[in-house]
């Protein structure tokens, strides 16, 4: 069954550092998301993605923050200068279709962010 | 208020029995939808219900939604040890595609 994966599973980063996390989302979805999970939080939507373009985005994808579907496969969020609130798993998801996601979105099994 | 709030926070219930959790959210919605997640792991979609409808069922899930009371519930029925894990729901507003994740249900099956 096709899955959404994410590379790597865990980075440790000191703080003011660029990071990019990675993530491959299922081969025939169109719509992409980034998501963040502070230890011990709820689960936050960060930023979605459509045709090369972001689509819409919180309050917490700031400048230090982009997004990038640098080819076909994969779809990158870069951090680029890392503070310590940084640290969270962050979950990609992608989508078959969206735009008012009446349909569900699946998710990657994370890369945790660790900021020193 | 927070969109999407689960009760119980946690549920211990001995393998075989129902877990019922539930999930309150504060402005309407387009769908809502659980989740499952493992610890330290993704999520795992479950089921979505679209705002029109009033019940769902999957395998030993059922999901029900109120729009009046502003709610849903999650059953599910005949557990088993591999059903521990916490349960999230989120809600997906009109006008919008992100998804507003709930504070989460802990459930544990004893077996």
């Known amino acids: 069954e096709p899955e959404v994966t994410q590379t790597p599973s865990h980075q440790v980063t000191q703080m003011g550092q660029e990071v990019i996390l990675r993530c491959v989302p299922i081969?025939?979805?169109?719509?992409f998301y980034w998501y963040r999970q502070i230890l011990g939080q709820k689960v936050e939507f960060l930023v979605s993605f459509y045709n090369n373009e972001i689509s819409e985005k919180s309050e917490i994808f700031d400048d230090q923050f982009s997004v990038e579907r640098p080819d076909g496969s994969n779809f990158t969020l870069k951090i680029r200068s890392t503070k310590l609130e940084d640290s969270a798993m962050y979950f990609c998801?992608?989508?078959?279709?969206?735009?008012?996601?009446?349909?569900?979105?699946?998710f990657g099994p994370g890369t945790r962010l660790t900021v020193t | 208020s927070q969109q999407g709030e689960e009760d119980p926070q946690a549920l211990s219930i001995q393998e075989g029995e129902n877990a019922t959790m539930n999930c309150s959210y504060k402005t309407s919605i387009n769908n809502l939808q659980w989740y499952r997640q493992n610890s330290g792991r993704g999520l795992v979609h479950l089921i979505l219900?679209?705002?029109?409808?009033r019940e769902k069922h999957s395998g030993r899930l059922r999901v029900t939604l109120d729009t009046s009371k502003k709610s849903s519930s999650l059953l599910i029925t005949a557990s088993r040890a591999a059903d521990t894990a916490s349960y999230f729901c989120?809600?997906?507003?009109?006008?919008?595609?992100?998804?507003?994740f709930g504070t989460g249900t802990r459930l544990t099956i004893i077996p």
């Open positions: 219900i679209r705002s029109n409808e």
């Open positions: 081969s025939n979805h169109l719509y």
């Open positions: 998801a992608s989508s078959v279709r969206g735009g008012r996601s009446t349909y569900e979105q699946y």
């Open positions: 989120a809600t997906v507003i009109r006008g919008n595609e992100k998804l507003t």
